[in-house]
C-alpha cells in the first residue's frame, strides 16, 4: 500500500468535545474541525435519525417544527445525551477521513476536571462507539495549559483560567498533574442565559439565546466603562406586554451589570484556588501570573478585573479559543513523553 494511503488509515485526533463546540486536531495537520457542539434530530414513524450536525444544525436553533428537535449532547463538558454525543463524534472522525469506514484512529478527549468517573467512562465509550480505536482522556486545564505554552512538567506552578461554554476550570499544574482545582458551572452559556434575563428585565423583551451570545460577543464587557464613553447595540426581540416584535437600544454597562454574578462567581473561584494553594506555588504564580484561556476569556475587561481583584499579572492566551484542542494535540504529537498527563 502506498505510504500516502498508510498515513489516512492512522491519522490520529485530538477532540475538545466542548459545551458549545467542537474543535479537533488531527495529527500532523493542526486544527481541521471547529464545529458547534449542536445535533438535529427528527422524528419520523416513531423514529429518531440525526438530521444535520454542527454548523447545519445550529442554524436551525429556534427555527424548527415539532417533529425536529437540536440538542446539545454535551451539558457542563460532560455528555448528557449518549447516542447524540456518539453521533457528533462519529460525524467529526468520518469528515476528517473523509468517511473510509475501515478508518479506527486513536483518540485524546478533554474533559472537566470534576468529571465523575462514570461520565469520563461515558466519554470513552462514546468515542470508541463511534470509531476510535483507543480514546484516551485528558483534563481541560491541562490541555488549556499546554496549548497556552505553559510549562506544565516543570517543577514551577502555573495557573490557567479555562472559561468554556459550560464550566470555568481553574487549576494550578506543575510536573505534569494538577495540584489544585476548582470547576464551575459557569461559562458562556450562562452569561448568555444572564444577558437574556437582564434585558427581560429591564426592556420587557424575550430574546433567543443567538442574540444574546451576540451581545456578549459585541459589547460584553466584565466590569462598565470607566469613562462616559459606552458601546451600544439594537436589538430585536419580541415585547413582553404587546406581543409583538420590538427594538431597543442596549450599552455594555447595563449588559455588564446583567454578567455581574457570573464574573463574580468566577472572581471568588480564582481567589479560592489561590487562597487553597501551596505556599512554594503561589510563589511561582505571583511570579508567572494567571493565564485565563477559552472562549471566555475574550470578554472585554476579564482580564483587568481580576488583576485588580487578585493583584496578580493576568495574561490572554494566544488564541484562547482553541487552547484546549492545541494542547491535546501538542500531546497527541508527543504522546510518549507526556503520557503523564493522560488520565484514565
Do not use: W
Request: hydrophobic share 45%.
Amino acid at each position: 500500500m502506498p505510504a500516502k494511503s498508510l498515513s489516512l488509515f492512522s491519522q490520529d485526533l485530538a477532540i475538545d468535545l466542548g459545551t458549545a463546540n467542537t474543535v479537533v486536531h488531527a495529527k500532523g495537520r493542526g486544527v481541521v474541525v471547529d464545529e458547534p457542539s449542536v445535533v438535529a434530530v427528527v422524528r419520523r414513524g416513531g423514529r429518531s435519525a440525526i438530521l444535520a450536525v454542527g454548523k447545519a444544525a445550529s442554524r436551525m436553533i429556534g427555527r424548527t417544527p415539532d417533529a425536529i428537535r437540536v440538542i446539545r449532547p454535551m451539558r457542563g463538558g460532560v455528555i448528557a445525551d449518549f447516542d447524540v454525543a456518539r453521533a457528533m463524534i462519529r460525524y467529526v472522525i468520518r469528515r476528517i477521513h473523509r468517511r473510509q469506514s475501515l478508518v479506527r484512529p486513536r483518540v485524546i478527549v478533554t474533559v472537566p476536571f470534576g468529571a465523575t468517573a462514570v461520565e469520563r467512562r461515558a466519554i470513552r465509550e462514546a468515542a470508541e462507539s463511534a470509531g476510535a480505536r483507543r480514546a484516551f482522556l485528558i483534563e481541560e486545564p491541562m490541555a488549556a495549559a499546554i496549548g497556552a505554552g505553559l510549562p506544565v512538567t516543570e517543577p514551577v506552578g502555573s495557573m490557567v483560567v479555562d472559561i468554556g461554554g459550560g464550566t470555568t476550570e481553574i487549576a494550578v499544574l506543575s510536573l505534569g498533574g494538577i495540584v489544585h482545582a476548582r470547576s464551575l458551572p459557569v461559562g458562556g452559556f450562562a452569561m448568555d442565559e444572564a444577558i437574556a434575563a437582564h434585558v427581560r428585565r429591564a426592556h420587557n423583551l424575550l430574546i433567543g439565546e443567538e442574540t444574546a451570545e451576540r451581545i456578549k460577543k459585541e459589547i460584553g464587557s466584565a466590569a462598565p466603562p470607566l469613562n462616559g464613553d459606552r458601546r451600544t447595540m439594537e436589538i430585536r426581540g419580541r415585547d413582553l406586554v404587546s406581543g409583538v416584535p420590538q427594538r431597543v437600544l442596549i450599552d455594555e454597562r447595563e449588559v455588564a451589570d446583567g454578567l455581574a454574578d457570573s464574573v463574580g462567581a468566577i472572581v471568588r473561584g480564582v481567589r479560592l484556588v489561590l487562597e487553597d494553594t501551596a505556599p512554594e506555588f503561589a510563589a511561582d504564580v505571583v511570579d508567572r501570573g494567571i493565564v485565563l484561556a477559552g472562549g471566555g476569556a475574550l470578554l472585554s475587561r476579564l482580564d483587568l478585573l481580576l488583576e485588580h481583584a487578585t493583584g496578580l499579572p493576568v495574561h490572554v492566551a494566544k488564541d484562547p479559543l482553541t487552547c484546549g484542542v492545541r494542547g491535546a494535540g501538542y500531546v497527541l504529537e508527543n504522546m510518549q513523553r507526556l503520557a503523564t498527563v493522560l488520565r484514565d
